[in-house]
T-cell receptor, first 115, second 115 residues
Framework: AQSVAQPEDQVNVAEGNPLTVKCTYS??????LFWYVQYPNRGLQFLLK??????LVKGSYGFEAEFNKSQTSFHLKKPSALVSDSALYFC?????????????FGSGTRLLVRP | DGGITQSPKYLFRKEGQNVTLSCEQN?????MYWYRQDPGQGLRLIYY???????QKGDIAEGYSVSREKKESFPLTVTSAQKNPTAFYLC??????????????FGDGTRLSIL
């Protein structure tokens, strides 16, 4: 069965410091991996995705994510956090062999960037 | 601007009442999805549709129904059989036929509460 784990309910970081939001996944085949961000009372916004190739993926708003196949991880990173990055972040996975094209979401990690 | 419109933003349901949540997209996307979001649980898939006049149950379909009569529209009915309907409901769409890695795009949600 496919699953996604976001082990931290909340991540706290000071503005200007680097941030990491962790994600590990489990799929039977090869994954497509996604990160989304959600602001209060809004839908999810797509940040970036991993398809194949380079393990470091760059996305919107200065975010990037590192795919690690041996550790089955896809951690979200940003070199310098902004207060406006404070939001709820979701990791999602799709097994390429799954013809339903369903996404499996993690439970979310709340990022709080303090001034 | 292209996007996904969900209405209403807030909805209240009385006991024994069915309510319908609207989702309309002008992105010309083939696939559409309904998710339920509860605090601390991430997103759970209710129903999805990959083409007009066809839809499949997701992980928590009991107490819900959908229709897909037009490509642009995918309304969700929360029936009286759904005993715990209070949640944030998100509609999403995706461009199909492009390798399966296209991200889902989300509306801004409908918050449903019980009166």
């Amino acid at each position: 069965a496919q699953s996604v784990a976001q082990p931290e309910d909340q991540v706290n970081v000071a503005e200007g410091n680097p941030l990491t939001v962790k994600c590990t996944y489990s799929v039977s085949g090869n994954p497509y991996l996604f990160w989304y961000v959600q602001y209060p009372n809004r839908g999810l916004q797509f940040l970036l995705k991993y398809i194949t190739g380079d393990n470091l993926v760059k996305g919107s708003y200065g975010f990037e994510a590192e795919f690690n196949k041996s550790q089955t991880s896809f951690h979200l990173k940003k070199p310098s956090a902004l207060v406006s990055d404070s939001a709820l972040y979701f990791c999602a996975v799709r097994d390429r062999a799954d013809s339903s094209y369903k996404l499996i979401f993690g439970s979310g990690t709340r990022l709080l960037v303090r001034p | 601007d292209g996007g996904i419109t969900q209405s209403p933003k807030y909805l209240f349901r009385k006991e024994g009442q069915n309510v319908t949540l609207s989702c309309e997209q002008n992105l010309n996307h083939d696939a559409m999805y309904w998710y339920r979001q509860d605090p601390g649980q991430g997103l759970r898939l209710i129903y999805y549709s990959q083409i007009v006049n066809d839809f499949q149950k997701g992980d928590i379909a009991e107490g819900y129904s959908v229709s897909r009569e037009k490509k642009e529209s995918f309304p969700l009915t929360v029936t009286s059989a759904q005993k715990n309907p209070t949640a944030f409901y998100l509609c999403a769409s995706r461009l199909a036929g492009t390798g399966g890695h296209q991200p889902q795009h989300f509306g801004d949600g409908t918050r449903l509460s019980i009166l």
